[in-house]
């Protein structure tokens, strides 16, 4: 549990300054892998480049003068007088006697100095011997890691001997002596036989854990330099020329609403005059629609006795009185649709200003409608631009009652799935969860106040100070827990219901990434179990289990194949000379 927070924290300084370090960006996961797997059998190159990277940014190399970027204890003097005081401690020389007549003082004198100094003889005697906890300095003699760092020897066991010798000075410091003595015992035994092989087998087999302090260590060391320090102070600068831009665009959105709103208010003045007119009164409509009224079914209902060519008695006396009654009917229709068409023209005529002005005020407002719109869109882009500069600190999301902090570390410095060029850009997420911290002992002791009785119930039940949410339905019940009468909560859920959609979907996305795996391993061991019951029962030999695939060998760093030409744990390629056969060859 002590490991997870030096964890998290060191994944996120690699990809927050994956420009500086020359990294492509890497799940969480993937990182977790890496260190639990890497080892002399299955080489990751997530691993190994990791640590050549940040390895790169102590020392410049030789092209760049080779020099040392960070500040480290010294150990030349120290170990000097170590040497010295290995040595045996010459024994004192007699006093001589004094000359002349020996005095009863002068007498007691030399008694008390020969009793002090067996006294001092018998305390080294009892003073126990210095055990000895590693034996880096006898690798160290004749290797110095400083020039072996400025030629970028990495390969065949040299980042390894590096770590040795950058981790022995290191361990000079007295904040850090306790980690690096740890480190370096499990590196260079004191029961073994130094070398630089042994190194290489320790670090291949190294504990986990011992990894991450490994890696928590150097990258600390990193932010010291001056490359770190100015990438923070230029996008210290960019992020103040967005805020200033933002509140640029928040002013025209501002005016723009205003304007907007003038608009809206012409345009309810206009609109009772510019009502598009009712449509004409079909005659012969109504007079049917009045029909079927008064019958109670329509002309098309197949009761209707007219569709079995019986007339109504009405109909038949209507014909006989009127011999030219269809004629009329038809004039009198042709009349009135002419008038109607009169007083259609008669309308537009009267109102064309006042229709080219409501058209004009129309449009006008649409414009505003799309300048507010284009607006929104250019401040939430500057959002994004300013949430991904923001990489001095890690913020975060907030606090519950309980003084838990809550982490979701895509919300800044690094882009919300990665950078989009990397290798496992594909997986569409970073880290996926929301990282829950409990509270350090000041807000325990001093805001919390709980019975030590309760505390040891709590400590026995879940035994963590780090918990997380990896799952999209935990978000709502987190959301559902959270109380927004308290100060704390309140932020905190407003963060929350700010960013959901993309934690949200950075979930979905890490269960499909991982669940991709899960289904290939269970799709090659239902392909085994088939095959071996379609096998003949002839003894046989076996071939061995093909080796597990494991996701972190897909990632491969293109940033530095793209900017440097090689990987930083290989050596740049020879340059190739122009013209002669050989060279062509």
């Known amino acids: 549990m002590k490991s997870v927070g030096p964890l998290l924290e060191t994944w996120d300084t690699l990809n927050v300054y994956c420009e500086i370090f020359k990294l492509d960006s890497f799940t969480f996961d993937d990182f977790v892998q890496a260190l639990e797997v890497a080892n002399a059998e299955t080489p990751c190159q997530l691993f190994t480049e990791i640590h050549c990277a940040v390895l790169k940014q102590i020392v410049s190399s030789e092209a760049d003068e080779g020099k040392l970027l960070v500040n480290l204890p010294e150990v030349d003097d120290e170990e000097e007088d170590e040497d010295e005081s290995t040595l045996p401690t010459p024994e004192p020389e007699p006093e001589p006697k004094p000359a002349g007549r020996a005095t009863r003082s002068s007498l007691a004198k030399l008694e ?90 320790q670090y291949s087999s190294l504990d986990v854990n011992l990894r991450i302090s490994a890696l928590q260590v150097i990258c600390m060391l990193t932010m010291e330099t001056k490359a770190v320090r100015g990438y923070m102070d230029d996008c210290a600068e960019v992020m103040t ?179 989009p060029n990397s290798s496992t850009a594909y997986a569409g997420y970073a880290n996926g969860s929301i990282w829950v911290q409990g509270p350090d002992d000041m807000e325990r002791e001093g805001y919390i106040d709980l019975p030590t009785q309760y505390q040891d119930e709590y400590k026995a039940k879940f035994k963590m100070t780090w918990g997380y949410y990896s799952e999209p339905g935990q978000v709502d019940s987190l959301l559902n827990w959270l109380d927004p009468r308290g100060f704390n909560e309140l932020k905190l859920r407003k963060e929350l219901l700010l960013y959901k959609d993309k934690i949200v979907t950075n979930m979905e996305n890490r269960a499909k990434y991982l669940g991709s795996q899960d289904e290939t391993s269970n799709e090659k061991e239902t392909g085994k179990k088939e095959e071996a019951k379609r096998m003949s029962t002839r003894t046989k030999v076996q071939a061995d289990p093909e080796p597990t695939h494991f996701r972190c060998f897909d990632w491969t760093n293109t940033m530095a194949i793209d900017e440097l030409g090689h990987l930083h744990s290989r050596p740049p390629p020879p340059k190739s000379r122009k013209g002669g056969r050989k060279s062509r060859s």
């Open 241 to 419: 020329r967005y805020r200033k831009e933002k509140i640029d665009l928040q002013r025209e959105r501002r005016q723009a609403m205003e304007d907007l709103k003038v608009l809206n208010d012409q345009r309810k003045l206009l609109l009772p005059d510019n009502m598009p007119p009712s449509p004409p009164i079909n005659n012969a409509e109504v007079a049917k629609t009045n029909g079927e009224a008064k019958t109670g079914r329509s002309y098309d209902s197949p009761d209707d006795p007219s569709e079995d060519g019986n007339e109504s008695d009405d109909d038949g006396r209507a014909r006989r009185s009127l011999r030219r009654g269809a004629d009329r009917a038809v004039e009198r229709q042709r009349k009135r649709e002419e008038k109607e068409r009169k007083r259609e023209a008669e309308l537009a005529a009267k109102a064309p200003k006042q229709s080219k002005q409501f058209l004009k005020l129309l449009r006008d407002i649409q414009k505003k409608d799309d300048q507010i719109k284009e607006c929104e869109d250019k401040i939430a882009v500057i959002d994004n631009d300013l949430r991904e500069a923001d990489c001095g600190r890690t913020r975060i999301l907030g606090k519950d009652r309980f003084w838990n902090r809550y982490y979701w570390f895509e919300r800044n410095g690094m882009p919300y799935a990665g950078l």
């Open 112 to 201: 008390a100095e020969r009793l002090r100094a067996e006294a001092e003889a018998a305390e080294r005697q009892k003073t126990p011997e210095v055990t000895v906890k590693h034996r880096a300095p006898e690798l160290l003699a004749d290797f110095n890691w400083i020039d072996e760092l400025k030629k970028r020897n990495f390969q065949d066991g040299g980042w390894e001997m590096i770590m040795v010798g950058l981790l022995h000075q290191l361990s000079k410091n007295p904040r850090q002596t306790v980690v690096c003595e740890e480190l370096l015992a499990a590196l260079v035994p004191p029961d073994e036989e130094p070398s630089p092989e042994l190194v290489r087998d």
